[in-house]
């Protein structure tokens, strides 16, 4: 587990501990204590990076694990809005290796800490599929190195975008050549307000749109904001429950489902929906 102290925009370390029956472990696997004995300090946690020390912001995006059960993490440091750096880390045995891919540019909206986007292939955590700024708006990388983080070769998967490409996420024990190998957010993003952003979701590698955010179609963008999709269901903020409405379609533009007599009944606030 990665432990972040304070908020996405913060300049405070990452801790990296490891949970294993009822123990808390070092990366090297020296025990910190069990949950007999809690808090733990952060003083006892292994210091995965700080970018304080190079007057940044920091924040950890993803977290996998390799073939020898060491972590590998994907992190943004970033000094500005118009400047995040997505770092690849992983543990070697005794260290911490640390690699800068590139400067992915601006971030995807109104909000600094916000980048486009970086995420690991938690079936091979040598893979890397990235969002950055092309242009005037982010487009995705594949990235692959085949000697721990040293080098990499790169692929485009999206380029000469109208919309914002952001948000990519590998789905969980997916093949390699399969029907879905990535999916992420494409369309119009300002902020997270609920009528800031009006984005479908893609595929690769088919490319196809598999659900949208539109005010006209599928949410009430006065009433629900901050959508996120999941592997089990959707996650959304909920303004004023008994005004919303919920509404999912297929491909061909179907109905599939209308979720909007469930969501009326839930309370304000963060909530999510299982399917």
Excluded at 44 to 63: E, F, Q, Y
């Amino acid at each position: 587990m990665v432990i972040e102290r304070g908020n996405r925009q913060a300049s405070y370390p990452s801790y990296y501990m490891k949970y294993k029956a009822g123990v808390f472990y070092q990366a090297d696997g020296t025990p910190i204590a069990d949950t007999a004995h809690l808090p733990i300090l952060n003083s006892l946690i292994d210091t995965m990076h700080n970018p304080g020390l190079a007057k940044c912001n920091g924040s950890v995006w993803d977290v996998a694990i390799d073939a020898f059960g060491r972590p590998v993490i994907v992190y943004d440091q970033f000094p500005d809005g118009n400047n995040h750096y997505y770092m690849y880390m992983r543990w070697t045995g005794t260290s911490w290796f640390k690699k800068t891919l590139l400067n992915a540019g601006m971030n995807m909206g109104g909000q600094d800490g916000f980048a486009s986007g970086i995420t690991l292939d938690h079936e091979n955590p040598s893979i890397v599929y990235l969002a950055r700024q092309i242009g005037s708006v982010p487009e995705l990388d594949r990235w692959i190195t085949r000697d721990s983080g040293t080098t990499w070769d790169t692929m485009a998967i999206t380029r000469g975008s109208a919309k914002k490409n952001t948000r990519p996420c590998v789905p969980r024990g997916h093949k390699t050549g399969g029907n879905i190998e990535l999916i992420w957010n494409y369309g119009d993003y300002t902020t997270y307000d609920g009528g800031a952003w009006n984005m479908a979701v893609k595929m690769y590698p088919f490319r196809q749109p598999v659900g949208t955010r539109n005010p006209a179609r599928a949410f009430n963008a006065s009433t629900i904001g901050a959508v996120q999709f999941h592997s089990t269901g959707i996650s959304f903020t909920l303004a004023d429950p008994g005004a919303s409405s919920l509404r999912l379609f297929s491909l061909d533009g179907r109905l599939v489902a209308d979720c909007s007599p469930i969501v009326r009944k839930m309370a304000a606030g963060t909530a999510f929906h299982f399917f």
